[in-house]
């Protein structure tokens, strides 16, 4: 069970959301005393976008809470926009390459979740890949095969279709190898300019997600599970939607992969 | 609060005591949901003794259980003595140098607990170090510099006494410095014949410290925690108590390091 | 430019070969100040037999020249059949995925060299792997690549066969892709039994490999490249070679891949 | 032997001086087929000066060449005022703690060079810190005591008095142990406005320091080695100087700290 937080609007400094003392991810990742799931401690990223297009990246194995170079990046940098994420690895290996987020071109992506029985559909998976993205995968985890596949499927045009695709093509693969079908699926991803999330699961337990107004109404946070002491007032996004914001604000919309009905825009306070 | 394992016996592989599925250290360490205490995610170690007087170290500052060479090392190797260790760090930096167990010579070491107010003692306490035994130290822990100390007041020689002196040296730093006098010291060490262990503290609350026979009595373990799910009969050690285990035995002393009187061995079980 | 260093025959400790100072693989691979090849700095590995069918394995991305683990272990293990290695990289991640010896069951591989235009070929390579190779695909070398396709290719029954199919494979695609058909591949391998080493290239560039008796004969050593300063004789292995080192000694036989008449075997020495 | 870049001037991106292909900090240190000296790849950290007094540290004992976060890091940072480091040990430990820069408040250190004997003098050297600046030593390089001792002895008032007090210290105390009066030191460091550089020796050996005029004049680049294929025209900087770079321009010192007279100061290009 991997946590994580992502920010867009007026800048701030990445300790702001990532390492703060008692209500950040960092410290929520240590203390999980009173959690139900194990601690965070197979490694972390953050990736933020400054003056380019494509954004910085930074991933280590270490656990966040040891890290002294996280803790002075996350002190410098000051970003309008960035992910961060801390893993629980459920067996994968630990590695650079296997830590999220994940970043294409001026994509960045991350993710809680899981795809039941992957070994057994990864190659499957990875066959649908162009050799474009088929060279571009790094690691062995299912959440990058995820993003690589939305990629594939046309993230840039339409992001809610991309990963709509993508989770279909597993589900498909899950029937053919005789594989339970279950994918569960809290994501959060950026080209820069929105920043998007989705909450979905084939079952009823779609990891959680939750959004919080910051520096007075000029930002929004966006993290899997909340902070515990923080003064920020978290609001559940519902199972089966898609967040998206912009300097518009932030907009909510249903997200059913397996309807085929276009799914529809709803704006949200 | 860290976590340690120490073995003597007929010979074994490291992998029963440090890796098993279920019951082991590490097992233990990385499921903490249940524990009072955090996960222990900050570096762990090994130090076994094989064909040479000195131990073989290895230490990392990943957590153990997402060390892949961890499991291989404790699936190949096998030894009649051995220390190991997990560590949770209370805010000291994660460098291998701060990793237990430390080795000097022939001499492994561990150490659960803490003496209180250690950075405002660390200065003198160092400088009753020899030229020797200070260029001996190599990170900045408590728990290395009262090996260092033990090895200064004749470890070789009597280490009951040993210890005793260099805990008496720390509560003597703390008193001309100001400092609340507290020290919890549960530790084991060895110089490849005896496997030691002591449980102490100047206050009630000195961390816990069991044995267990293993290998049908031909060997015996000692731990900081029961391992949950182990068939092992766990006795606990009182605090105040420093143990001994030889091809004789295990046999068990009082620890009072504050008191003047020779402190009288006392064969046990 | 990778270096490695094998041994099989009496056991020895593993610092003999690895880690000696002056005439070790190590050594050599951080003094290469006279090298025409720049220094193996991306990480190291080792692989050992001991008393399982499988082999111990420890890797990491350090240079192995600092790391004090590798230092320790090569000190205590003793082994009849080890493999040594020390990465310089071409180009692609450092990862302990990535670090040689790659180990699959009771077989154990490593290898300097290159297929030329990889990246080209790499898809249609991988997609000769039967299901159960390719989930055993950890990292994103050709060398590990050439490793699982000779296991799919019979390395179990035909060592030399199972490579020779691996390198034909190679070159087909190379051929179908429109890149250069070039491979360069100095490789040793063993399945706890004998120790194979190949030498080989298309063009007349095949990395060295040299052999030495050790111990008094009870021993033999397989190197990439010699040891400046060592004792040891060593004899060049001619490209084109394929070298078998059993309890009966060594052979060597024409390794041709591309020539369709079988093998001939050829005692020597 | 390390190396080293430091930059004052208009803002630029890290990677300018630190990673650029062919003419960079890291890919000079990773190509050292034509250098005297061995390749650096023990550790690397850069120091950066942005929006806080404070600067941004980033350390890690990977080679700097295969470290992907660095690359990140380069290409994302700008900076008016930056350090780099490229290490080379020359016998201490890989640990984090002792990669260059050091960084205390608002000053930032690296150095090349050497004392001899160091570790015969080092605690007499350690014992000549205040309390203070002893609890900030973390790591067991003489570079880290040297910026320590610096501090002591009134960096923030006079930079050149400082160092020339902790180099007379060293002196004196291989006097003392009838170790062989030697140091070399060529080092940069800043407190966020100005950068400075002081290339001194006891022997004719003085590490070598260059400097050249960057972005038409607009910065400037000082660099333990030239960069061998770059257009910047360098400049070397004689022996027994201190460079001083400001926003009015550079400013050149001699720096003799065995002499008692005031070291004067005299305006350069």
């Given at each position: 069970?991997?946590r ?17 003392p ?72 630990t ?23 992957f ?41 809610a ?6 989770i ?102």
């Open positions: 069970m991997c994580w937080a992502a920010y867009r609007g007026t800048p701030i400094h990445l300790e702001q959301i990532v390492s703060a008692g209500h950040s991810l960092i410290d929520q990742s240590h203390c999980a005393t009173h959690a139900k799931t194990a601690t965070n401690g197979d490694g972390f990223g953050i990736a933020w976008y400054g003056e380019r297009p494509e954004p910085g990246l930074y991933r280590d194995v270490l656990p966040a809470w040891s890290d002294c170079n996280l803790k002075s990046l996350a002190r410098q940098i000051r970003s309008p926009l960035f992910l961060a994420h801390v893993r629980a690895s459920t067996g994968g290996a590695s650079r390459d296997n830590c999220h987020p994940f970043v294409q071109g001026r994509w960045s992506f991350m993710h809680n979740g899981q795809i039941a029985g070994e057994q559909i990864r190659r499957p998976m990875e066959a649908a890949l162009s050799d474009k993205h088929y060279r571009a995968r790094h690691g062995s985890t299912d959440s990058e095969l995820l993003f690589l596949l939305a990629l594939e499927f046309g993230l840039d045009e339409n992001p279709a991309a990963f709509a695709a993508a279909r093509l597993a589900l498909a693969e899950s029937a053919r190898a005789g594989v339970k079908e279950l994918i569960r699926f809290t994501a959060a991803f950026s080209d820069g300019e929105a920043l998007y999330a989705i909450r979905y699961a084939t079952d009823a337990h779609a990891p959680t997600l939750y959004s919080a107004p910051m520096c007075g109404g000029l930002g929004h946070c966006l993290v899997s599970e909340p902070f515990q002491d923080a003064d920020a007032k978290w609001h559940e996004i519902p199972a089966g939607s898609m967040v998206t914001l912009t300097a518009g604000g932030m907009s909510s919309a249903r997200f059913s992969p397996l309807q085929t009905e276009a799914m529809q825009i709803a704006a949200v306070a």
